[in-house]
Structures are given as structure tokens and as C-alpha cells.
């Protein structure tokens, strides 16, 4: 729901920001949000780029390690494990409101390949181009929405998630043993 940069100096977008959505699936999610967030006892927790440790075809790091050519954009990210842990304890607490479930930092594309290839394929190669060659390059239709989301709200319930880098290689070590396990 979020496209671009915040109006905040450190360009991150908050929960309770006004969203600026432009394809209607973000507009009707957004529509949803702003309904569903007046009600008592409903809790909605926003995901950014979910990464799993998990070999996946819909995992980010499957999705980028089979791309000959990569954009490096820096984003949001929510780790799966830390997401799960997350949502149990926003039940629990019965927490009301919007949440922003990332965790924090930012990841850049580059980043989680380097991980990629110091974890599980060292011989792993692919072109970097701008997000703008991802359209004129006929891989993408449109460039894709890259923005940053802070968790606020979480705090106010005692409830932290692991900074983005320490989660993102632990993710990346458990991703390399599943591989490995894979091709037994």
C-alpha cells in the first residue's frame, strides 16, 4: 500500500501513515485496512518481501538466485521464522491495530545474494541492472515498489524482531542445509 519514499526524513513508513496506493489489488488491500482497523479486537499485520528458510518456488531467494538479471533495491524485509513468532504473540497479547511485522534494517537484493553465494552456491552468477532497465528490458511490465517499513506499534507490546542482517544469515544457513538435505 506503501509506493516510494515517506514524507519522514528516514523515508520509512509508519503504521498509522496514509497510504498512497496505486494498483487496485494495493488499493482494495488498503480499503481493507482502513475498514478493518476501526473494528474493536482486530488485529492486521503488514508483511514486507517474505523470505523463508525454506526452498520454495515463491521464496524471495529462490525467485532471485534463478534470475539471470537482478535489480539491487533496498527494502523492507520479514523473515518468516521471526513473522511466525510474531503473530503468536500478537494473538496472545490480543493486540488491536495495525502492525508493520519487518524486520528492522533494510536488505538490499545484493546483500542476500552475496549470502546466497557465500552459503550455498560460490559459483553463483547474475547481472545487476537499475530498476529502471527491468522495464526497458521487457522483464517486467512495470518497475516494482520498493520502500521501507518501520515497526513501530510492536514495542508498545513488548515485542521485538531480530535486526534484518543477523536474521537474513541465519535464514541464508538454514536455507543452505535444506538444499543440501534436498540433494540427497
Not at 22 to 30: A, I, L, M, N
Not at 39 to 49: K, S, T, W, Y
Not at 67 to 84: A, F, G, L, R
Not at 146 to 159: E, H, K, M, S, Y
Request: proline share 7%.
Amino acid at each position: 500500500i506503501f509506493y516510494g519514499d515517506s514524507p519522514h526524513p528516514d523515508k520509512a513508513w509508519r503504521e498509522d501513515d496514509f497510504g498512497n496506493p496505486v494498483p487496485v489489488y494495493s488499493r482494495s488491500k488498503w480499503a481493507a485496512d482502513l475498514v478493518l482497523s476501526t473494528l474493536p479486537n482486530v488485529g492486521i499485520a503488514r508483511i514486507r518481501m517474505p523470505i523463508d528458510w525454506k526452498p520454495a518456488p515463491g521464496n524471495l531467494i529462490d525467485k532471485l538466485a534463478t534470475y539471470p538479471k537482478i535489480i539491487d533495491v533496498e527494502n523492507s524485509v520479514t523473515i518468516i521464522d521471526d513473522m511466525i513468532d510474531v503473530f503468536r504473540q500478537l494473538l496472545g497479547k490480543k493486540a488491536p491495530g495495525i502492525f508493520h511485522v519487518t524486520n528492522p534494517g533494510t536488505m538490499k537484493h545484493r546483500e542476500l545474494i552475496a549470502l546466497y553465494k557465500e552459503f550455498v552456491d560460490p559459483n553463483h552468477t547474475c547481472e545487476w541492472i537499475s530498476n529502471d532497465d527491468l522495464v526497458a528490458q521487457g522483464l517486467a511490465k512495470k518497475g516494482r515498489s520498493n520502500n521501507f517499513l518501520v515497526n513501530t506499534r510492536l514495542a508498545q507490546f513488548g515485542i521485538a524482531m531480530r535486526p534484518v542482517k543477523d536474521a537474513l544469515r541465519d535464514t541464508m544457513q538454514k536455507y543452505a542445509q535444506a538444499k543440501r538435505g534436498q540433494s540427497r
